[in-house]
């Protein structure tokens, strides 16, 4: 069974088949500005495994994200985003890289929204040759891979949603989230105490759920509210049936 990646910030969860119609995009309630972050990869035990470099810039409605995760082992995680922000939330395309010891496929992916056009680079160990999948693909309007983190902070209060992901099995599949806040919790932010809502990503799998031969965990996600929403941290696996890890930006 293949165990691809469908990023988040980085995070994502399945490779489940969706037949739901598409949702309607996300109101941008929070733009998006100039950003250059450090985020860090730990495990749930608080362990470094990997150092992040998150670039982001803007060119009039258009943003432009990158986010690179150096393993210690080697490994490289290298994800990019461009996005549209005028009234709504719109992929305009998505890059995705994993390889090294960390990941157990290798994989180089890429869909964009103006040429409909999807590109696989997929290799299952060292041992397998390499696949090579190009093809038409339509991204959904509420398509969402490698943005997760800030749709989440433009969600009004209380509100839960559902969105999509790109899931790469090698193919292009979409997969349905729910975005759904749980809980309100007291966290630490530079040993201040801070309110912040705990949301769960659940992937919306129907039958295929009962395929599978262990539950997969939502994604956790902690986000600070208010005039200017934070993002916090964020738990889960990075690709299919893989380890729970942290992303923390410090």
Same mark, same amino acid.
């Given at each position: 069974?293949?165990?691809?990646?469908? $990023?988040?910030?980085?995070?994502?969860?399945?490779?489940?088949?969706?037949?739901?119609?598409?949702?309607?995009?996300?109101?941008? !309630?929070?733009?998006?500005?100039?950003?250059?972050?450090?985020?860090?990869? !730990?495990?749930?035990?608080?362990?470094?495994?990997?150092?992040? #470099?998150?670039?982001?810039? &803007?060119?009039?409605?258009?943003?432009?994200?990158?986010?690179?995760?150096?393993?210690? #082992?080697?490994?490289?995680?290298?994800?990019?985003?461009?996005?549209?922000?005028?009234?709504?939330?719109?992929?305009?395309?998505?890059?995705?890289?994993?390889?090294? $010891?960390?990941?157990?496929?290798?994989?180089?992916?890429?869909?964009?929204?103006?040429?409909?056009?999807?590109? &696989?680079?997929? !290799?299952?160990?060292?041992?397998?040759?390499?696949?090579?999948?190009?093809?038409?693909?339509?991204?959904?309007?509420?398509?969402?891979?490698?943005?997760?983190?800030?749709?989440?902070?433009?969600?009004?209060? !209380?509100?839960?949603?559902?969105?999509?992901?790109?899931?790469?099995?090698?193919?292009?599949?979409?997969?349905?989230?729910?975005?759904?806040?749980?809980?309100?919790?007291?966290?630490?932010?530079?040993?201040? $105490?801070?309110?912040?809502?705990?949301?769960?990503?659940?992937?919306?799998?129907?039958?295929?759920?009962?395929?599978?031969?262990?539950?997969?965990?939502?994604?956790?996600?902690?986000?600070?509210?208010?005039?200017?929403?934070?993002?916090?941290?964020?738990?889960?696996?990075?690709?299919?049936?893989?380890?729970?890890?942290?992303?923390?930006?410090?």
């Amino acid at each position: 069974m293949y165990k691809q990646a469908i $990023p988040l910030l980085g995070f994502a969860l399945t490779l489940a088949l969706a037949s739901l119609a598409d949702a309607e995009p996300v109101t941008v !309630r929070f733009p998006e500005g100039v950003t250059r972050a450090f985020p860090v990869l !730990r495990s749930v035990d608080n362990e470094k495994l990997a150092q992040g #470099d998150l670039s982001q810039v &803007v060119r009039g409605d258009k943003v432009s994200s990158r986010l690179v995760f150096h393993f210690k #082992d080697g490994s490289i995680y290298d994800e990019s985003v461009v996005f549209s922000q005028r009234d709504v939330f719109t992929l305009l395309s998505y890059r995705i890289v994993q390889q090294g $010891p960390s990941f157990p496929e290798t994989l180089e992916a890429a869909v964009d929204r103006d040429t409909g056009r999807y590109q &696989v680079r997929y !290799r299952a160990d060292d041992d397998s040759p390499e696949e090579v999948l190009t093809g038409k693909f339509a991204l959904p309007d509420d398509a969402y891979n490698g943005m997760l983190s800030l749709i989440v902070k433009n969600l009004p209060a !209380r509100a839960e949603e559902t969105v999509s992901v790109v899931a790469f099995t090698p193919k292009p599949r979409v997969v349905k989230l729910l975005l759904q806040p749980v809980a309100e919790e007291r966290m630490l932010v530079s040993d201040s $105490p801070m309110q912040a809502t705990r949301y769960h990503i659940r992937p919306q799998l129907g039958l295929f759920a009962s395929l599978l031969v262990t539950d997969i965990p939502d994604l956790r996600m902690w986000i600070l509210p208010g005039e200017a929403p934070a993002f916090l941290r964020a738990e889960g696996p990075l690709y299919f049936m893989g380890p729970v890890w942290r992303i923390e930006p410090y």
